[in-house]
C-alpha cells in the first residue's frame, strides 16, 4: 500500500527544484538505452470498461531501436496470483534502426483494480516501466467520482465513502496512532472491507490502518491521478508555497475539492504528530505516490517526478498548516 511495517519515521531529505536534472534533461538523457516505446501504458483497448474474468484480452507495443548497434531485450513481469500476464516475444534482439511489436495477452483470475508495473530491460542496463492497467471492480473504487453520490464535508463536497471513511479513523482513535498513514493495514481485512464497500455495505474496522490504507487505495485507483490533473511543469519547477497553492487552486472540479479535504485531513492527523510521529513531511512521503501515476517509461524521470510530487504536497500541506496556526492566533486573542 505504499507503506512500510517498520516504525522508523525519519524524514526524506529537502528537494531542491531548481537542482539538475531539468525536464529537458530528462526528456533527452541516455538513460533510455536508445529505445522509443509506442505506448506505456497497456490497457487493452477498455479504456473505463470493466475487464472481463478468466477471458483473453490483448494489447501491443512497438519497441524502436534508435541505437547504431543491434540490441536485446527482455521482459520481467511479475506474476502474481489474480492475473496472467505474457508477452510474445518476452526477449528476443532487435538490428539498428529496426522495430519489433510485443504482443500482450492478460487472463484476470478474480476482480481488482491496479496499475501494474512491468520491466522492460535493454541489454547495456538500462530499464523501461509499462503500466499493465486493470480495472475489474466497480461500486465506489476505480470509478469517476462525480458518479458516487456527494456529501458536504469541510466545506468540500466529496464523495460519501471517504466522509465514512474518515470518521471511521478519527472514531477508532486513528489520529494519535503511531505511524498512521505510513503503517500499512491487514491485507485480508483491506479486501473483505473494499468489497463491502463496494456493494455499498460500510463497515468499521478494528485494525484503524486499514482505513488509512482505504483512504490511500481509494486515491490512488482514480482514474486519473489528483496530481496528474497538474501541468507536468507546474510540479517540477513550483519553487515555493504559494505556486504550489495556487496549482491546486487552478485544478478543475472535482479534483481540487478532492485533494483540499484530503489535505485537511492531513492536517489534522499532522496536529498530532508529538503522539502518531506523523509530521507534515512524513505525511507527503507517504501519501504523495498515491495522488500521481508516472506516465513515462523512462525510470529516472520516474523518479526525479516521485520526488517533486512529495516535495509539492508538502508545500500544500504546509500552507494549510501555517492558515491553521493563524485562525487558531486570531480566536485566542479573540478571546
Request: charged share 20%.
Amino acid at each position: 500500500m505504499g507503506s512500510s511495517s517498520s516504525k522508523g519515521t525519519s524524514p526524506v531529505e529537502s528537494i531542491d527544484y531548481k537542482a539538475k536534472p531539468t525536464m529537458n534533461d530528462l526528456s533527452h538523457n541516455n538513460s533510455n538505452g536508445g529505445v522509443e516505446i509506442s505506448k506505456n501504458v497497456l490497457d487493452f483497448n477498455l479504456g473505463e470498461k470493466p475487464c472481463p474474468l478468466k477471458c483473453v484480452v490483448q494489447d501491443q507495443f512497438t519497441i524502436v531501436n534508435m541505437n547504431k548497434a543491434k540490441l536485446k531485450f527482455h521482459l520481467e513481469p511479475l506474476q502474481p496470483k489474480e492475473f496472467q500476464l505474457s508477452f510474445s516475444p518476452s526477449s528476443g534482439s532487435i538490428d539498428k534502426g529496426k522495430s519489433k511489436t510485443v504482443k500482450v495477452k492478460l487472463i484476470v483470475n478474480q476482480k481488482l483494480n491496479t496499475n501494474h508495473k512491468v520491466v522492460l530491460k535493454i541489454e547495456g542496463g538500462a530499464s523501461h516501466f509499462l503500466t499493465v492497467k486493470i480495472r475489474c471492480e466497480t461500486g465506489v473504487f476505480g470509478v469517476d467520482p462525480l458518479s458516487l453520490e456527494c456529501v458536504d464535508d469541510d466545506g468540500y463536497r466529496v464523495p460519501q465513502i471517504l466522509v465514512l471513511m474518515k470518521r471511521s479513523l478519527i472514531d477508532g482513535g486513528g489520529l494519535q496512532q503511531e505511524g498512521i498513514f505510513r503503517l500499512a493495514g491487514e491485507q485480508t481485512e483491506i479486501k473483505r472491507l473494499k468489497e463491502s464497500m463496494n456493494k455499498n455495505e460500510f463497515t468499521s474496522s478494528t485494525d484503524i490502518n486499514t482505513i488509512a490504507s482505504l483512504i490511500k487505495i481509494w486515491y490512488r485507483e482514480l482514474p486519473t491521478p489528483i496530481l496528474n490533473s497538474i501541468p507536468t511543469e507546474k510540479i517540477f519547477y513550483s519553487t515555493d508555497v504559494d505556486e504550489c497553492v495556487q496549482a491546486v487552486n487552478m485544478l478543475p472540479e472535482p479534483q481540487k475539492g478532492l485533494l483540499h479535504w484530503l489535505m485537511n485531513l492531513l492536517l489534522q492527523v499532522s496536529e498530532y504528530s508529538d503522539v502518531n510521529k506523523m509530521t507534515a513531511q512524513n505525511l507527503a512521503i507517504v501519501v504523495a505516490p498515491n495522488l500521481y501515476d508516472v506516465s513515462s517509461s523512462n525510470p529516472m524521470e520516474g523518479l526525479v517526478m516521485s520526488q517533486k510530487c512529495v516535495q509539492f504536497l508538502h508545500n500544500v500541506l504546509n500552507h494549510k498548516v501555517s492558515v491553521s496556526r493563524r485562525e487558531s492566533r486570531s480566536i485566542a486573542l479573540e478571546v
